[in-house]
């Protein structure tokens, strides 16, 4: 008797791993039109875990690979028991009972994938290569809804693989995708009770380098005590690592030829292997085999680029502790001079260090270190220098050092180390402490030390010029621009020259530019430079709030990544910024508190725009005190910089306008401060701060209204600065300005058009606030910034506007008065007329001159514009729009199914209109989104329309045919049924077209 096809396979390699105390990563989850995914990368990479946590299918199946499936039949012997517990799964299994020949099996397998939707995964995939399974595979991949994953150590050579990336339906991940996030090794350790403070998380990520076997080895170490991450200071640490290295030797090396043991052992000491550092070193002619032999093997090495290779730095760690230490250091000393040779520096100097030539390994550290921290290598230098022993630190590695500290936002060690530097490179790195942190009164005296300095120095010419430059830049950030650029004209081509001087638009222009190259490249910080925050705070002054909130937190992203607490904290505070232009006061005063703790330890200048927004904040509570307090702290730290003097007077009159009590004496301290440094900007918003102040009935000042024409933003959008945070007031302000300074109508003109106004406004017309009418599903009134609908007064005055809101021209007067007083005398029914009119009239317009929004002649009507909207004219100017208008579904699916109840006939036809025109709306909106593919909308479209009418037999129609051809038969059934009731209930039955489309859809 022949065996049974199950002998040839193992059940226990069908099995779904049990994976416990794994982190769930969704960002690895694949894209949903991918019908196949392939894992590859070398051992420790967690492919297994990864696929085992990833909530890809609700159905699923599982099969390990060996090298007995590169027989066909072998292979879809597992394939058929992998995928017997799926439904339908037994089809492969009869097929194998019954002798089918394999290929056949392979295709019965992916229609029981395509038909449960399921993902099957394959593990050890490089099993798979040969060409005896193409045609198997061609078969199984086929697997439409399904979905097929292959792991694998090495790369996959399969001819089906290519035309799936063709057809746009594989998806790849790789080590760059396994590589564990500083955020997902967080959480790793937070999930084995082990909480990072930030150091130590980048501290274990540097460590680690994210590779997921190194991680979840470190975080059960740590959670158990076995290790102690703080003790970890490199890879050559001692016994700390020990422990670790050994677990993963064991894990990961295993069995290893020993000649490709050799070439790992003695190539450990050096970060990237080629065929000619071997041949230099180890006297190897055949290192480039050897390496990818290495490579193949899909354990150890991983290809970098052409010819070069390179293992993880625990594994080099490990490898290198075998090394005796006499061979150690013949070894770096010729990797020392073959990376010189090749101009090599940063791997010279690592070798070098190795090999125990520290005077050299210092020497190209001096010559190449600056270039190192331009370009964000502060990790490097930095480890570097802790590296050389206390005889090699000479002056210029103290002037090195201040500059490391320096860029991580460490300003009193750099100050330490540049006063132990040379004098001259000690008063270069004051000043530049000066610049980074926005300081010039700190840097007069050093820039002056400088250029006494300088004229004694070999190189002159070229160090007097760098002190102009820095000079020009300490006077920049004093605000004395003029000066600045008669020092360095090129200086008006900056970004924060364009600022300082009140040309926002370039201003937000260059800062654009320059936040483009920002995000994610290799680089120092900028600290108060960057075009991210920079474009942030301008996004915030011109009314972009969205913008300046991105940046923002691009921004913020970005001194995370960059490790700079200065970053991080100036960040914080342009969030704080974004949140005020749009009223968010209480996320506001997070990011401040936020902002100065993180500004605290780094220096006192850093913490002035948190300082300031808190003032603000704290005046707009009522709390005026606490506020002062705070805008003093705010002007002592801003340590002569006139520009942010300026600004913090200006924000500390604004606040006290917006909380009711406005202060000459404030506008007068923030005129007299932009004065001092030509900020054009700033006086407009203070020339329109001043006229929002005065009192109605004063004539404003024509610089006021030349403010609001240069920058119309001021009044158009709530912007940081403007004069006040409510369109509505910011409207009545330009009305005034229009109405004080008739010149300058026509260059205000399009300030109206932008705030919503067909032309200019009179004052009359501004009443300073808006109003809300709801007359769908009720009837309320509701005036900006009061929390609660307005107090009707007469019920009849509720009649009255439910009947103005149905009619948008408006009704006649005496028919207004017949419809809300039909059996009163034509003397009694006039007098309560008047007095319902005069009611609503209140409602409406309290604190506003009468008319504004309540007409009230021969023709009674509502006055809908800018400041007075109406529910129910919106609704109708959507249901007015084509199907497939932008954002119409949606605003739809928002509305109210009827208008509030009433007894006029005239509102009930308008009501019934409506009722009526938005189901066959929502209707057609489904029928094109299901033209157009968007078959989830058109299903709650359909929905939503026989929620309104039970009884709509278009949307059952298509609802029905939705349901059955997402195989939902009984979901179809439902609407049938329940649209029989609705129509029964109405005394009708189904159309002729409606049973037969049950007939043929639910048979």
């Not at 564990?180 to 350790?189: D, I, Q, V």
């Not at 330490?416 to 007069?444: C, F, I, K, M, N």
């Not at 002190?467 to 003029?482: I, K, S, T």
């Not at 007329?833 to 504004?852: D, I």
Request: charged share 20%; with cysteine; glycine share 8%.
């Amino acid at each position: 008797m022949a065996p049974s096809w199950r002998e040839l396979t193992s059940a226990r390699r069908a099995r779904w791993p049990v994976v416990r105390g794994a982190l769930t990563r969704p960002r690895l989850h694949a894209p949903d039109g991918a019908q196949v995914i392939t894992v590859v990368a070398p051992a420790g990479y967690s492919k297994t875990t990864t696929l085992a946590t990833a909530d890809l299918r609700d159905a699923r199946a599982w099969l390990t690979l060996d090298a007995d499936d590169a027989d066909p039949q072998v292979f879809v012997a597992g394939l058929s028991l992998a995928v017997e517990q799926l439904p339908g799964g037994h089809g492969p299994a009869a097929l194998m009972d019954a002798g089918t020949p394999p290929r056949r099996v392979a295709a019965k397998v992916a229609d029981v994938l395509d038909a449960s939707r399921a993902l099957l995964v394959i593990d050890e995939a490089h099993h798979l290569g040969g060409g005896l399974l193409d045609e198997l595979l061609r078969e199984l991949l086929d697997c439409g809804q399904g979905q097929v994953a292959l792991l694998s150590r090495v790369p996959l050579s399969l001819t089906e693989l290519t035309r799936l990336d063709a057809a746009g339906v594989l998806a790849a991940l790789g080590v760059e995708d396994l590589t564990f996030t500083p955020e997902e090794l967080g959480a790793l350790f937070a999930a084995q009770g082990v909480t990072l403070s930030r150091p130590d998380l980048q501290h274990a990520h540097a460590l680690t380098e994210g590779w997921p076997i190194a991680v979840r080895y470190l975080a059960q170490a740590c959670a158990q005590g076995r290790v102690q991450l703080a003790r970890l200071s490199d890879l050559d640490g001692g016994p700390q690592l020990a422990t670790l290295f050994t677990y993963l030797a064991q894990e990961v090396l295993g069995p290893l030829d020993p000649a490709l043991r050799d070439v790992l052992v003695s190539g450990s000491l050096f970060e990237d292997l080629t065929p000619a550092l071997l041949r230099d070193v180890l006297g190897l002619d055949t290192g480039g085999e050897l390496l990818e032999a290495l490579s193949r093997s899909g354990t150890f090495l991983t290809r970098q680029g052409e010819g070069a290779y390179r293992a993880h730095p625990l594994l080099r760690a490990h490898l290198r502790a075998q090394l005796p230490p006499g061979e150690v250091v013949a070894l770096a000393a010729r990797g020392a001079a073959h990376h010189e040779a090749l101009g090599h520096p940063r791997r010279a100097m690592a070798a070098h260090f190795l090999a125990g030539n520290t005077d050299r390994a210092a020497a190209l550290l001096i010559r190449h270190g600056p270039d190192w921290l331009r370009a964000g290598r502060l990790s490097l230098v930095e480890k570097a220098l802790e590296r050389l022993p206390a005889a090699a630190w000479t002056a210029e590695v103290h002037a090195l050092s201040g500059d490391r500290h320096r860029l991580a936002s460490r300003y009193p060690a750099a100050l330490h180390d540049y006063a132990r530097s040379g004098d001259l490179q000690r008063a270069l790195g004051e000043a530049q402490v000066a610049l980074d942190t926005v300081q010039p009164d700190l840097g007069w005296d050093a820039l002056a030390r400088a250029e006494a300095l300088a004229a004694a120095h070999p190189e002159g010419a070229a160090m007097l010029a760098q002190v102009r430059r820095m000079r020009a830049e300490n006077l920049l950030n004093a605000g004395r621009l003029a000066e600045a650029t008669a020092l360095e004209p090129d200086l008006q081509r900056s970004a924060r020259y364009a600022l300082r001087s009140g040309d926002l638009d370039r201003a937000l222009q260059m800062a654009d530019d320059a936040a483009r190259g920002e995000v994610g490249g290799a680089r120092a910080a900028q600290n108060h430079r960057e075009g991210l925050l920079l474009s942030s705070l301008l996004h915030a002054a011109t009314g972009a709030a969205d913008l300046a909130s991105a940046r923002a937190r691009d921004g913020l992203r970005e001194g995370e990544r960059l490790d700079s607490p200065f970053v991080r904290a100036l960040a914080l505070a342009r969030l704080g910024h974004a949140d005020l232009t749009v009223g968010a006061l209480d996320s506001a005063q997070a990011h401040y508190e936020a902002a100065q703790a993180t500004a605290q330890p780094v220096t006192q200048r850093l913490q002035t725009e948190a300082l300031m927004g808190l003032a603000y904040l704290a005046e707009r509570r009522g709390e005026p005190g606490r506020a002062r307090d705070l805008h003093e702290q705010a002007l002592a730290a801003s340590m002569g910089d006139a520009y942010m003097r300026g600004l913090l007077h200006l924000m500390y009159a604004l606040a006290a306008l917006h909380a009711g009590h406005p202060d000459a004496g404030r506008w007068a301290a923030a005129r007299a401060a932009f004065l001092a440094c030509g900020d054009a900007f700033g006086l407009a918003a203070v020339a329109l701060g001043e006229a929002a102040s005065l009192p109605a009935g004063t004539v404003t000042a024509p610089e006021a209204a030349q403010a609001a024409a240069r920058y119309p933003f001021l009044l158009t959008r709530r912007a940081l600065s403007s004069p006040f945070p409510e369109g509505p007031r910011r409207a009545q302000l330009l009305a005034r300005l229009a109405a004080d300074h008739p010149a300058l109508r026509e260059a205000l003109l399009s300030l109206a058009a932008a705030l919503g106004y067909a032309q200019l406004p009179l004052p009359t017309d501004t009443p300073g606030f808006s109003v809300q009418v709801q007359v769908l599903g009720r009837v309320a009134v509701t005036r900006l910034g009061e929390g609660r609908p307005r107090d009707w007064g007469r019920a009849k005055a509720r009649d009255l506007l439910l009947l103005l809101a149905a009619h948008v021209d408006g009704v006649p007067r005496e028919q207004a008065q017949e419809l809300l007083f039909p059996d009163a005398d034509p003397g009694v029914g006039e007098r309560n007329f008047r007095v319902t009119l005069h009611a609503l009239g209140q409602v409406l317009e309290e604190g506003a001159p009468s008319g504004v929004f309540l007409e009230r002649g021969d023709w009674v009507r509502l006055r809908g514009g800018p400041d007075l909207h109406v529910d129910l004219w919106a609704a109708q100017r959507q249901l007015q729009l084509p199907a497939g208008t932008p954002g119409r579904l949606d605003a739809l699916l928002e509305l109210p199914g009827a208008l509030a109840d009433s007894e006029l006939p005239p509102v009930q036809e308008v009501a019934a209109a409506y009722a009526a025109q938005l189901p066959d709306a929502l209707c057609a909106e489904a029928l094109l989104a299901v033209q157009e593919g968007q078959v989830e909308r058109a299903v709650g479209a359909a929905g939503a329309v026989l929620a309104l009418d039970p009884a709509h037999e278009p949307a059952a129609r298509l609802l029905m045919r939705l349901h059955k051809g997402r195989g939902h038969g009984a979901a179809a059934r439902r609407v049938y049924a329940q649209l029989e009731v609705a129509l029964r209930e109405l005394g009708l039955t189904p159309s002729d077209e409606t049973a037969a489309l049950a007939g043929r859809l639910l048979g």
